[in-house]
Structures are given as C-alpha cells and as structure tokens.
C-alpha cells in the first residue's frame, strides 16, 4: 500500500429539512420579490428597466400618439449621483424540482426609508474605531475567520447586468443603509481589550510550552495575520485565529495531484539534529503525525492555565486548526493553526497568481513574492476522504498586507488621504454570508462556505476595478453591488481562482457541490432584491 495515501473516510451530506413558505407581505408602493423558488424552478426573465415586483405592477401604459420615453441609462460607478448599493464555466446535471425542498424565505422586507444612499456620509475611519495591535500586546488575532462582489444574476437567462440597470431609484422593495449596518459592525474597545487579555494569556502559556527545550515545536514564533489585522473583524471578538509558525530550511515540495495547493513535503537533507524527523515516513514529513503530536502538547498544557476555563474541541475531519473553547470568563473560540514556514522561491503553480501590477504596482508585487510562503496541515480531498499526509500553501501574511496597503494611490485612507470603501464592502460581504449561514444553520448546504470565498472575490473585483475613485466612498451601495455580483458569477460558473494559484479552483465540484452553489445563489438573489433583510434579522 502506498504511505502517501491516507484512508478514504465516507461523507456523506443531506440537504437540511424543508423550511416554511414564505407569506407575501404588502408594502406601502411595491411588493416584495417572492423568495427563492427550488432549484429546478423556472426562474423569470430580469427586466431591464422598471420596478422589481410583479410583472406589469405600477406601470403606465402610453398614451397614443404621446412621445415614447427615453431609455434609463445605468450611471457610471464613479458618478457623483450613482445609486450605492465571482472564471470557466462548468458544465453540470440538472438539479430537478423535488429533489430540494425550498429553502426558507426571510421575513417581509423593511420599508422604504428614502433615497438607497445618505449623500455626503463619508466612510467611518476604522483607524478611529479598532486600537492598532502591536507585538507588545502578543494577541495574533490570526487567520481570517473559517480561514470580491455587483452585476444582478438571471441564472440560465442570459448575462448579468447590475442590478442598479434593472430598477428605477427607490424601486426597491426594501431600502436599507450601508451605513447603519457598518456601525454595528465596528468592535468596540472595551470588549477587545477584554477578549486581548484572555486570549494572550492562553497563547502565550501555550507557546511557552512549545518553545520548552524538550519540544519539537521549539522554534514556533506567532504570526500576526488574520481579519483582526486586516482591520476587516466584524460583528465581536468572539472568534479568533492564531498562526504558530514554524521555520523548516532545505525542503523540498512534490505536487499532489496537479493541484497547484496541495504538496508533499520532504527535506532535502536529513541531519540527526533535526527534531522533526521522527514525523518523517517515506521521506515525506507526514502532516497527521505532526499534527497530531502538535494537539497532544495543546490538550495536556490547557489544564495548567490558571483563571481560564478552556476545553479543546473535537478534531474536525480535514481541518488544520487546534480549536479551544475558553469557556470562562468569557466565551471565545480559538483555532490554533500549525505552520511550516519556507524562504525559498513560491512553488510554480503561483506564477500567474497574485495580479496586483495595475492595482498596487510591480514593485510592490515583486517585494511581496520576495517574503516567505508557509504550508499548514490542511488535507486534500481523496475520493469522499482525504489525503492525509498534503500540507496546503497559505499566504494570509500577503493578504494582510493587500488590505493594509490597499489602495492605487499610497495615501488612500490614509489621515490626509482621500477615503475609499474598499474594507467596508468587505465587512458587508462577510457579514452577509455570516448571516445566511445563521440563518440556514439547520441546513447543509452553506457549511462549506467561508470568509476566506468572499475575500478571495473580493480581491479579484480590486483587480478588475483598480483605481481609487472606482471606489468612492460616497458609492459605497454601488461598489458593494458589484461586489455581490461577482460573487454571484463565481456561484453560476462555479469558477472562483485561488488569487494566488490560478490553476486551483476553490468552486469546483470536488470541493463544494453544484447544489449548494446554486442554494447560496438563490438566497443572495432574494436579500438583493428586497433590500438585504438579512442584515436585520440576527
């Protein structure tokens, strides 16, 4: 039996139960859109122009002889007066009717509250809201959670257009304000300060015992990556991801699969002072023993923390993370992740990735290629298991510094600067998706959906959209529109490029079925038309 194969593990995943219909709730001009219809339902042509509604609702037939009306123009994403508001296609099976019951229909919409933009709002200065993290504090609020998006999708029915060209101004069944949402979003100083303070104490007791001398993990240092430090956390720091990195010179990397993710990793030499070879088998440094021993210090060393009540929770299939569970004196959850850091050249299959020169510039690209990349114990997926010996490439310290320096101009958002809304559209993105997710926890079909789908979008829409005034603070609505309908062209193609390896496609079918794609479809398609209620509900 070949070592490098580990056992396939049968999964298996059934659509959650049949949730309530929903009940159509009058407005005081306008309909709500009747909510999402099952998969194999005929969906109806989008219309160009005119109000979202029934068919024919709240129109005026001409009169004869009277001139007919000039077409409504979409308005430029950069114009002053523009309302605000994810590659290769598949080819895949029809889903049919019965085979999914309809998913949940959120509750009746809000009421229009006037113009879908506060003109003159400028963008809250997260710089005034978060407290900037320093090594001093030695809270890694790590790896983003779970660890780009604006056109409306007729899906089967021709290309996608922006939803702001398919209705008049205030045709929306519901109007909500970015704004309004991004203030509840902030974290506010006295719950991260207290979060800080319980966490650093867990992690700074744990690294203690990994860097002990009888350790193999002696040499493991934090790495300040992750949403904390990207300035991009929402909702309370109540989640947190910590990156223990670990340097491993002179290893050689063999591709799993042409996947252009996955590796195998051997060291090109094997001195006896190298306390990681007892983790070697075959001359591959086996990620499950590693990973395995790495959980066994975590789970003993948790019980001498004094003052804090934290449990490990159980290990999850595929997962890299070490999850603890601090109980007391306030609830916070912490994935720990293992990380083998490489100074040497990017691993081809990253080549084409990282498309940044017309966004950030060519020299801020190639100063970026010239920082380490690391590999975390991730398994790749191997029939309905995995493989358990795979390391998977990470570049969440890249991505940090994409968001740190995030815009064309060097001083965009900075205290002199000319604002953006970048971070905010971002913020809007992951919260929405955060709030699909709760509200359809008791179905199967957006558990494999994360942060990390909505970040990696989002950064391509920044390629596609490079310039500082595509991007004006006071379009915030509009940007964040394109946003959702990038998104919702990576659900339909099912086509969502890795930014940083290309070749690997984290919308394929092996990694998240057809079905779930087209569910996640359906729900966005539903909040966008009636004026995104999910932001209210929770």
């Known amino acids: 039996m070949d070592p490098r194969r580990g056992k396939a593990t049968r999964t298996a995943s059934k659509a959650g139960a049949a949730a ?87 509750g009746p919409p809000l009421p229009r509250t006037g113009s879908r933009r506060e003109r003159g709002a400028r963008a809250p200065r997260e710089q005034r809201t978060l407290p900037e993290p320093t090594e001093v504090s030695g809270l890694d609020l790590g790896l983003d959670l779970g660890l780009d998006l604006g056109l409306d999708l007729r899906l089967g029915h021709g290309p996608l257009v922006p939803s702001s060209r398919l209705r008049k101004k205030g045709a929306a069944p519901g109007a909500w304000k970015p704004r309004t949402v991004l203030e509840k979003l902030k ?36 790495l300040c990556t992750g949403s904390y430090y990207e300035r991009v956390k929402i909702s309370a720091p109540n989640e947190f991801d910590i990156m223990f990195k670990l340097e491993v010179p002179r290893i050689q990397l063999e591709e799993y699969c042409n996947s252009g993710a996955y590796y195998f990793v051997k060291f090109k030499r094997n001195p006896k002072g190298n306390p990681l070879i007892q983790f070697v088998e075959d001359e591959i440094l086996s990620a499950s023993k590693m990973l395995f021993k790495f959980r066994k210090i975590i789970k003993e060393e948790i019980k001498n923390i004094q003052g804090i009540d934290v449990i490990m929770e159980k290990k999850k299939r595929g997962s890299p993370a070490v999850t603890l569970l601090i109980r007391k004196p306030k609830e916070i959850s912490v994935d720990i992740i293992l990380a083998l850091e490489s100074k040497s050249s990017w691993p081809a299959s990253t080549q084409e990735g990282l498309p940044i020169s017309q966004w950030l510039g060519t020299k801020v690209k190639t100063n970026l290629r010239r920082q380490p990349f690391y590999l ?62 709760v509200k359809f926890r008791h179905r199967k079909e957006l558990e494999k959906f994360c942060s990390y789908h909505v970040k990696t979008a989002f950064f391509h829409v920044c390629t596609r959209d490079p310039q500082d005034s595509q991007w004006d603070t006071r379009d915030l609505e509009l940007c964040f529109d394109k946003c959702v309908t990038y998104f919702l062209e990576c659900l339909k193609t099912e086509q969502l490029k890795h930014y940083f390896i290309p070749g690997f496609n984290l919308f394929s079918r092996d990694q998240i079925d057809k079905i779930n794609k087209e569910f996640l479809s359906q729900q966005i398609e539903y909040e966008r038309k009636n004026g995104f209620p999910v932001f209210y509900e929770f």
Not at 68 to 92: M, S
Not at 189 to 209: K, P, T
């Open 20 to 106: 309530p219909k929903a009940q159509g709730v009058k407005g005081t001009g306008t309909e709500p859109s009747e909510p999402p219809a099952a998969l194999g339902a005929a969906r109806p042509k989008a219309q160009m122009c005119g109000q979202v509604g029934a068919p024919g609702s709240g129109r005026k037939k001409r009169a004869p002889g009277s001139p007919e009306r000039p077409p409504v123009r979409a308005r430029n994403a950069c114009a002053k007066k523009a309302p605000l508001g994810f590659e290769d296609a598949v080819e895949g099976l029809a889903v049919p009717a019965g085979k999914l019951a309809p998913p949940a229909a959120p």
């Open 187 to 222: 974290l506010r100083r006295q719950e991260i300060s207290v979060a800080a303070e319980i966490v650093n104490r867990v992690v700074d007791h744990l690294l203690r015992r990994l860097q002990s001398c009888e350790s193999e993990f002696q040499g493991v240092s934090r």
């Open 376 to 437: 975390v114990p991730k398994h790749a997926k191997e029939g309905n298991g995995f493989q358990e010996e795979t390391w998977r490439l990470s570049f969440s310290h890249i991505e940090k510094d994409l968001l740190k320096s995030h815009g064309h101009s060097k001083t965009c958002c900075e205290t002199d600067g000319i604002k953006c809304c970048r971070k905010d559209c971002l913020k809007l993105m992951k919260y929405l998706l955060e709030q699909l997710k």
